[in-house]
């Protein structure tokens, strides 16, 4: 029983295997450098934004920089780890997906041995599963709630907030505009009772543009479509072809810049060639951008 359920782990593992042998290890320590990087970034700003004390600052990035040492890799993944879980945990149920991902992530290179090469695979392996069950569950809960269909969810994102409004605005009529444009802030006033809205709801947050509506089910369409299209090594190429192309539009109207840093880079692990660590610098510097950002030293408008 043990035997056949250890195949049957090794067949599914294998689904996200991509032929990268000769570049395995050097795009799993730039996925790591993305990865520690990623939480380190959103540690220290997370001392600095509650006013602990300055001499906690330095700790993320020393955890960091002790983490671009070979044999420090796994302990520092473990720190770091530790610390994001115990945050998480902390914090739930006010936590993001986003979050999740963010802790799965560095949990990966907590629990596998980098210099073992059997290792190296299931790491890429776990990684690669990771972006393909967030993909999926990203599309399917936007089936589940239906709010995509009709184009609902991203009218009321255009109603309430002006980077929505600025990206999907051509695509609208004047008259459409001015509607949604009447609706910004509706929803605050409502009141709960038993999970339901108590008084009549606000809206419709609904168009008449069809390429509008189009757009919106194609986001739902692509995130299942490609979390399944990478799952297949013949049509790999394609899908995260169309998954990069996916996560550029989500990036130009949501600006979730912070956290579509982290996603693009494990998707890039799809890849036969080392994408990611020929992005390295690029990422580097969106982080380093960030951190500044952060600081109030350098301003700019994103979502975190």
């Given at each position: 029983?043990?035997?056949?359920l250890?195949?049957?782990?090794?067949?599914?593992?294998?689904?996200?295997?991509?032929d990268?042998?000769?570049?395995?290890?050097?795009?799993?320590r730039?996925a790591?450098?993305?990865?520690?990087?990623?939480?380190?970034?959103?540690l220290?700003?997370?001392i600095?934004f509650?006013?602990?004390?300055?001499a906690?600052?330095?700790?993320?990035?020393?955890l960091?920089?002790?983490g671009?040492r070979?044999?420090?890799l796994r302990?520092?993944?473990i720190?770091l780890?530790?610390?994001?879980c115990?945050?998480?945990?902390?914090?739930?149920?006010?936590?993001?997906?986003h979050?999740?991902?963010?802790?799965?992530a560095?949990?990966?290179?907590?629990?596998?041995?980098?210099?073992?090469?059997?290792?190296?695979?299931?790491?890429?392996?776990l990684?690669?599963?990771?972006?393909?069950v967030?993909?999926?569950?990203?599309?399917?809960q936007?089936?589940?709630?239906g709010a995509?269909?009709k184009?609902?969810?991203l009218a009321?994102?255009?109603a309430?907030?002006?980077?929505?409004?600025?990206?999907?605005?051509?695509?609208l009529?004047?008259?459409?505009?001015?509607?949604?444009?009447?609706?910004?802030?509706?929803?605050?006033?409502l009141?709960?009772?038993?999970?339901?809205?108590?008084g009549?709801m606000?809206?419709?947050?609904?168009?008449?543009?069809?390429?509008?509506?189009?757009?919106?089910n194609?986001?739902?369409?692509?995130?299942?479509?490609?979390?399944?299209?990478?799952?297949?090594?013949?049509i790999?190429?394609?899908?995260?072809a169309?998954?990069?192309?996916?996560?550029?539009?989500?990036?130009?109207s949501?600006?979730?810049?912070?956290f579509?840093?982290?996603?693009?880079n494990?998707?890039?692990?799809?890849?036969?060639?080392d994408?990611?660590?020929?992005?390295?610098?690029?990422?580097?510097a969106?982080?380093?951008?960030?951190?500044?950002?952060?600081?109030?030293?350098?301003?700019?408008?994103?979502?975190?």
């Amino acid at each position: 029983m043990k035997r056949a359920l250890d195949r049957l782990a090794e067949r599914i593992l294998s689904l996200t295997a991509v032929d990268d042998a000769p570049r395995r290890i050097s795009k799993l320590r730039a996925a790591f450098i993305i990865v520690s990087l990623h939480v380190t970034v959103r540690l220290t700003l997370a001392i600095f934004f509650a006013h602990g004390p300055r001499a906690l600052l330095p700790l993320p990035g020393l955890l960091f920089v002790l983490g671009l040492r070979r044999r420090l890799l796994r302990p520092a993944a473990i720190v770091l780890a530790l610390v994001e879980c115990v945050r998480f945990a902390l914090a739930y149920p006010d936590v993001s997906n986003h979050y999740l991902i963010e802790c799965l992530a560095i949990a990966i290179f907590a629990v596998v041995d980098l210099d073992r090469e059997e290792e190296q695979g299931l790491c890429l392996q776990l990684l690669a599963w990771l972006v393909v069950v967030a993909l999926f569950a990203s599309g399917l809960q936007k089936v589940l709630h239906g709010a995509y269909f009709k184009g609902q969810y991203l009218a009321y994102m255009i109603a309430n907030t002006d980077r929505f409004r600025d990206f999907f605005g051509p695509l609208l009529s004047a008259a459409d505009l001015a509607h949604l444009k009447a609706l910004a802030g509706a929803t605050d006033h409502l009141h709960f009772a038993f999970g339901h809205a108590l008084g009549p709801m606000p809206g419709p947050y609904r168009v008449h543009s069809l390429l509008f509506v189009a757009i919106s089910n194609a986001v739902w369409l692509g995130e299942l479509t490609v979390s399944i299209g990478l799952l297949s090594r013949k049509i790999r190429p394609a899908a995260l072809a169309c998954g990069l192309l996916l996560m550029a539009g989500i990036l130009a109207s949501s600006h979730e810049v912070f956290f579509d840093t982290l996603f693009v880079n494990l998707l890039l692990l799809f890849a036969r060639s080392d994408l990611n660590r020929k992005l390295l610098p690029l990422s580097l510097a969106a982080y380093a951008l960030y951190l500044l950002v952060g600081f109030g030293v350098v301003h700019a408008s994103f979502v975190w």
